[in-house]
């Protein structure tokens, strides 16, 4: 079946860089495009960025030019390289499949905090 394992959060200072990492298993990996969305504290998940599959990639007006998309596939993963973090980024990260919206079922997510 089709999952989704997200890791790499934690706890950063404002001003700081993290990078989080989404391993996909149960499809081919090279032929689908992936999302990144975060759902803050009494918040609705949100997508931030997405990857598609030919490597064009969209970003979120609030996280355009800080957070970076990216994916291997040998790897079968997707990345997220978050920097200038602020607060307002805190929130738990997904992957899921898709460019416009989410496909697939949802993984555990990864928790990301900034804060001093």
């Known amino acids: 079946q089709v999952q989704f394992v997200e890791s790499g959060g934690g706890l950063v200072q404002p001003g700081g860089s993290l990078k989080v990492a989404c391993q996909a298993s149960?499809?081919?990996?090279?032929?689908?495009?992936m999302g990144w969305y975060r759902q803050a504290p009494g918040k609705e998940r949100e997508m931030v960025a997405a990857?598609?599959?030919?490597?064009?990639?969209k970003y979120a007006d609030s996280v355009q030019d800080r957070f970076t998309v990216s994916r291997d596939n040998a790897k079968n993963t997707t990345y997220l390289q978050m920097n200038s973090l602020k607060s307002e980024d805190t929130a738990v990260y997904y992957c899921?499949?898709?460019?416009?919206?989410?496909?697939?079922?949802w993984g555990p997510g990864t928790q990301v905090i900034v804060s001093s």
């Open positions: 899921n499949t898709g460019f416009i919206r989410p496909s697939g079922p």
């Open positions: 149960g499809i081919i990996f090279s032929t689908y495009s």
């Open positions: 990857i598609h599959s030919g490597g064009v990639t």
